[in-house]
């Protein structure tokens, strides 16, 4: 039988521990008085979103990293907080539309907490998509630190913006009540079992990104032409 | 070398330049048009709705016009080489973005001297200073971003889908507040010295961080 | 003194080997043309030369400074012009000069003196755009010498220039350290003491009076 690798036990025991986590949910938890069985989403739904500012700190510290000192390692911690952090902003995003959906009837609500997911969703998709169509080299790296940042500090003035603006405009609100100590313990367990999964998913696809570089140092043998314009007709 | 001097001579050199070539200004005309148009014949516009209808109308011509207008100033593949030559003398590029951002807030500015009179004239809203202080300081908080991810994605693939998904997210909070700001202007009930404030310290910071980002971006 | 002193110049483009561990010397005052294909490398080695372009890996040193950590005291140096002169079009040749002298921070009599020098005395207030490909190249030209550098590096300025190129440029070399990138061998014998051949970015070497044989 094959060893497992690092990796592979990593990745077994978050799986792991997402599956105790979800035993905890729908076993350990009470069901809410008020909104039903459909709460239960909550858990999720909210520790998803801890754990995707949490891979959008990593992107700020490695872009800011990699602009003070160059160290390609810093942007390939970037680049795997990156693609992680749009996987947790997806699970949050699309659980929390359905519990909207099943809470107020609607899909969609322009609140501040949705309103700054959609925005930090936005923002590191656009981060992916610098990445993937410039040049892969320093100046990608650069270029995509910056985005990294602008992002980061973005998404809790938008968050303010919104707050700001619906106190003028006041619509649903989604009601925070104080948690019993069951809900609590559970929230709180299920918050560290996600970002246990995104510490490993992050860690792996470092690994990914550090073997991508180093295959492009390696199977390019020393040719291409180098496009230029065609030379101007006399 | 004196950094405002650099600024001030890039700047002219983009206004001169865009002068006597008036290539953008057909563009963001456009735009002006465009949404008058669109506003009375989109929207069932009245004397009592009015105020709450061109305040959007207003910032949509805006954003779509700023668009066009940051999007260019680093565009042109000539510009690329002609941006090298700048950066190979000792100006600083920080003053070099900081004379493109000014340009091109001066044209989005003219495009603004006669979308906001005009709105005024067609759809009945009131026209005051109020009004205009806002539009302006959301334009220098929109023109720092603007530009800077104009100057980001002069390098990348697919640059027109990519700078309005990059740069909109960074918007939005000079919309909401400045959103607020014109309303106040037009009558409608909300705190217009509130919003004032909030436009004021967005572009404090954004102005900030991206001058501090120009020389990432501009430099090899 | 060397002016230039390059160790191990390596640029990769992504997974695309640009120059592969390149090395020159070049003394204060020598020119030295580099030969080679389209691809070869000439342009990335000249704009690494010229600090516009950060190589992946290698050592660069200019008039004894580093050129990667003294990028900004180098550029009073340094006259480059690219292949492509990103010259503005809706402005004169004079204004597009003084636009550059300002930036350069040099006295805008600079302006008269380059122009009579390249020999564009006459279209001074004519558009760029208006001027043919060979006054173009001349302008680029005029420009990279305004600030008076002491090493002119010019990617393929025969390119475009028109018939009397080699004394325009030996003209403009005259005193001064250069590298100039070019097909044109007889150019590159006429001007250039030294020169370096660049095969698919590794250097051949340097010649003296190179000889092509087919």
């Known amino acids: 039988m094959n060893k497992l690798n690092r990796f592979e036990k990593a990745s077994v025991g978050a799986v792991a521990l997402m599956l105790l986590a979800g035993g905890a949910i729908f076993f350990y938890a009470p069901t809410d008085f008020l909104q039903g069985p459909v709460q239960r989403i909550f858990y999720l739904h909210v520790s998803s979103a801890i754990a995707a500012y949490g891979c959008f700190a990593v992107v700020l510290l490695g872009g800011a990293i990699f602009l003070r000192t160059e160290n390609y390692a810093a942007d390939r911690w970037a680049r795997a907080g990156a693609l992680v952090g749009v996987v947790f902003t997806t699970v949050t995003l699309v659980m929390g539309m359905l519990w909207a959906k099943k809470v107020w009837g609607a899909f969609w609500v322009w609140d501040a907490r949705l309103t700054s997911t959609l925005v930090l969703w936005i923002i590191y998709a656009g981060y992916l998509l610098v990445r993937r169509l410039t040049e892969p080299g320093r100046q990608a790296a650069r270029l995509a630190a910056v985005v990294g940042i602008f992002g980061f500090v973005d998404v809790p003035v938008v968050h303010f913006s919104v707050t700001w603006w619906v106190t003028h405009h006041p619509g649903p609100v989604i009601i925070n009540d104080a948690l019993p100590a069951q809900m609590l313990a559970t929230f709180l367990f299920t918050m560290l079992c996600t970002i246990v999964l995104a510490a490993v998913m992050i860690t792996i696809r470092y690994r990914i990104e550090t073997l991508m570089d180093m295959k492009q140092l390696i199977a390019g043998p020393v040719h291409v032409v180098i496009t230029r314009e065609p030379e101007p007709v006399q | ?220 | 003194m060397s002016m230039v002193v390059a160790n191990g110049l390596t640029h990769r483009f992504g997974p695309e080997i640009a120059l592969d561990s390149v090395d020159l010397v070049l003394d204060t005052g020598e020119h030295m043309a580099v030969l080679g294909d389209n691809g070869a490398g000439k342009t990335t080695l000249l704009r690494i030369l010229a600090t516009a372009l950060r190589p992946t890996s290698g050592r660069l040193e200019i008039a004894g400074l580093d050129a990667f950590r003294e990028r900004r005291r180098l550029r009073h140096y340094i006259g480059y012009v690219a292949h492509n002169p990103g010259l503005y079009p809706a402005l004169s040749a004079a204004e597009n000069l003084e636009f550059f002298c300002d930036l350069q921070d040099v006295s805008r009599s600079r302006v008269a003196e380059a122009l009579e020098t390249l020999g564009l005395a006459s279209v001074a207030h004519r558009r760029a755009s208006l001027l043919s490909r060979g006054m173009q190249q001349r302008l680029a030209i005029a420009r990279a010498i305004l600030h008076e550098p002491r090493l002119l590096i010019f990617d393929e300025p025969d390119a475009s220039l028109d018939a009397d190129a080699a004394d325009v440029l030996g003209h403009v070399m005259k005193g001064r350290t250069a590298v100039i990138a070019t097909h044109d061998h007889a150019l590159a014998n006429r001007l250039c003491p030294r020169t370096l051949v660049l095969r698919h970015g590794r250097s051949l070497g340097t010649a003296t009076h190179l000889r092509v044989v087919r």
């Not at chain 2, 070398?1 to 005309?29: C, G, H, Q």
């Not at chain 2, 697919?158 to 202007?185: C, D, H, K, N, Y």
């Open chain 2, 1 to 220: 070398m004196n950094p405002f001097r650099a600024a001030i001579a890039v700047a002219r050199k983009d206004l001169v330049s865009e002068w006597r070539t008036r290539e953008m200004v057909p563009a963001l005309a456009q735009f002006v048009v465009l949404a008058l148009l669109i506003g009375n014949f989109g929207f069932q516009i009245d004397s009592r709705n009015a105020p709450s209808i061109a305040p959007g109308i207003l910032w949509l011509a805006l954003v779509f016009a700023g668009l066009i207008a940051f999007g260019r100033t680093f565009a042109a593949e000539r510009e690329q080489s002609s941006l090298e030559a700048m950066l190979m003398t000792p100006a600083s590029p920080v003053a070099i973005f900081a004379g493109k951002a000014l340009a091109a807030s001066v044209l989005l500015i003219l495009c603004e001297v006669v979308l906001l009179p005009a709105l005024s004239l067609f759809f009945g809203t009131p026209f005051s200073g109020d009004l205009v202080v806002a539009v302006l300081l959301a334009t220098i908080g929109m023109a720092s971003l603007g530009c800077l991810f104009a100057a980001i994605v002069a390098r990348v693939r697919a640059r027109e889908l990519l700078l309005p998904l990059l740069t909109l997210p960074l918007w939005i909070p000079f919309i909401v507040a400045g959103g607020q700001a014109v309303q106040s202007a037009m009558g409608l009930p909300g705190s217009y010295d509130q919003a004032i404030g909030l436009l004021i310290d967005f572009d404090i910071l954004f102005v900030v961080l991206t001058s501090l980002a120009a020389r990432f971006v501009l430099d090899e």
